[in-house]
């Protein structure tokens, strides 16, 4: 009996235990259900967000440069157009990178970003990596077939020790925990690229989320690259985008325009005679602002990333 007895205690016993670690495990489930499907809690638990994120597109008259200070204090430079002397620069009206990143007494760059090698995305690097520490070097897989200042990168990046990191569609880059940085073209098949619409197919499309503030960086992506694209869905829903093509005709797929859906649209360009229509229609219908370096020069993003509209745009020219 005192056994039969014995045993039926331990029985109920271990019942109860089953019982209150099926519930914890259940708990921890939900909670980390909870953790991956909202990583803020809708809201009840906002993230916390320490500094702002800086985002600066360089007037270099037609052609691209972007300087992002993280809230973690590391610097990237995505793409460095405009390798020209003081001079050229007084007259053109333009920004040369270095100068602008001496005037923000940045010396050292945590990375440099090539999105593809068009002298007016590239050629400014040349100096940037003479001048500057570089700790890594991110680009796309695929070479040139003609471009000398190719040659002169990859030997620069030997002679100084940068790390070279290829990138292709799905990389996430660690630019710090609390920024979200993607890769979303190209895809990784190619390997030479010839033809300028070779080059803009593969162009490095890079999309920036911190908090709940996105940024879509466009690089020179082809309309059917921009359709391609649209496979992401409303993931791509930013309200900054950096547009394709510098203000050209022809260089947008209104689609996806769409389901990007931006408040504010910056153009880096050189305008000898303004917007085309079709590009300012499209912006104006969807109700996003329209900035280009060529009329506002230096234009800076400061993102809080607490809300959806927790960001402020300056320009060096109203
Ligand atoms: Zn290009």
């Known amino acids: 009996m005192n056994r039969y007895y014995g045993f039926k205690q ?4 271990k019942t109860f235990s089953t019982k209150l670690a099926a519930l914890l495990i259940s708990f921890l489930a939900i909670f980390c259900f909870l953790l991956i499907a909202m990583p803020d809690f809708a809201g009840l638990w906002p993230q916390k967000l320490s500094e702002n994120l800086k985002i600066d597109f360089i007037n270099v008259g037609d052609g691209d440069a972007i300087l992002i200070q993280t809230p973690a204090g590391k610097n990237y430079l995505i793409d460095s157009g405009a390798c020209i002397s003081p001079e050229e620069a007084n007259i053109l009206k333009v920004s040369r990178v270095e100068d602008y990143l001496r005037n923000l007494k940045i010396d050292k760059l945590d990375g440099i970003l090539i999105t593809h090698w068009h002298n007016n995305h590239f050629s400014g690097f040349l100096r940037i990596i003479r001048l500057y520490e570089v700790q890594t070097a991110y680009k796309i897989t695929a070479k040139p077939v003609s471009n000398s200042d190719y040659f002169d990168y990859t030997e ?13 569609a799905g990389d996430i880059l660690n630019w710090g925990e609390e920024l979200f940085v993607q890769v979303l073209n190209p895809p990784t098949h190619r390997h030479k690229i010839d033809t300028t619409i070779e080059h803009h197919e593969n162009s490095a499309v890079i999309l920036l989320r911190y908090g709940k503030v996105q940024i879509l960086l466009c690089s020179d992506i082809t309309p059917d690259g921009q359709k391609e694209l649209m496979k992401y869905g409303e993931s791509l829903k930013s309200q900054i985008i950096k547009l394709p093509g510098h203000g050209r005709e022809n260089t947008l797929f209104e689609p996806f325009l769409e389901l990007v859906n931006p408040k504010k649209a910056i153009i880096s360009a050189k305008l000898k005679e303004g917007l085309p229509y079709s590009i300012t229609d499209s912006l104006e219908n969807l109700g996003a ?5 060529h009329n506002h020069g230096n234009i800076s993003i400061t993102v ?3 809300t959806e509209e927790d960001y ?5 020219i109203d």
Do not use: D, P, Q, V
């Open 289 to 293: 602002e329209i900035y280009t370096t």
């Open 304 to 306: 809080g990333g607490k």
């Open 156 to 168: 620069l990046c030997k002679m100084k020790n940068i790390e070279k990191k290829h990138i292709a």
């Open 312 to 316: 402020r745009l300056i320009t060096n």
């Open 10 to 13: 331990e029985g109920s016993f």
